[in-house]
């Protein structure tokens, strides 16, 4: 009798996911499509972070005006598939959804196929992120996580720490390594 309640009770119950952050969908922000999408093998281990070094945006209009012209320079001058970063978080503490979750950005050579890019608006170089920021992309990686998107000890590096980059700027990188799941060794 007790095994039955139980397994009642299992059944009944809501699955617990994470809180996730307003992602503002690719078609919300585009009407561009992508062209050939590879996808990525889930659980993902990497979470790797990028500053746009573009100028920064503060409200949902100029936020998807500053993603839709990283998309162009992407796909129309570099000839890319797509936007390289997996999501983009603005200033106004929204996500845009670049190519996603699932499908491989072009954002840190080498960990393409193993990680999810997550590129902060602005040039981060000698500005910290905002606090509102950072509690968004850090909601995302969460949000991943209780998806089973992301494996559970997802591991958090800054882009320049396995390519020739600066990327996500001096400031940010040393804000992300306050995070539980950063680690000095990709």
């Excluded at 992407?74 to 390289?84: E, N, P």
């Excluded at 929204?94 to 996603?100: I, K, R, S, T």
């Excluded at 491989?104 to 608006?121: C, D, L, P, R």
Aim: hydrophobic share 35%.
């Amino acid at each position: 009798m007790f095994s039955r309640i139980c397994f009642v009770l299992l059944l009944v119950l809501p699955v617990s996911f994470a809180k996730c952050p307003k992602i503002i969908a690719r078609n919300q922000w585009t009407s561009v499509p992508a062209g050939d999408v590879n996808y990525l093998i889930v659980p993902i281990p990497y979470v790797v972070i990028q500053h746009t070094v573009t100028p920064e945006c503060n409200t949902r209009q100029t936020c998807t005006a500053r993603v839709d012209s990283i998309r162009g320079h992407h796909m129309d001058t570099l000839g890319w598939d797509d936007i390289g970063y997996s999501f983009l978080i603005g200033g106004d503490g929204n996500v845009y959804e670049g190519c996603g979750w699932t499908r491989e950005g072009a954002h840190t050579y080498g960990y393409n196929k193993k990680s999810v890019g997550i590129a902060f608006i602005g040039n981060f170089e000698n500005k910290a992120a905002s606090q509102k920021m950072l509690n968004t992309a850090h909601d995302l990686i969460e949000c991943g996580k209780s998806q089973g998107i992301l494996r559970d000890n997802v591991r958090v590096i800054g882009a320049r720490q396995v390519t020739a980059t600066v990327s996500p700027g001096e400031q940010l990188y040393t804000q992300i390594q306050d995070w539980s799941e950063w680690t000095s060794n990709p």
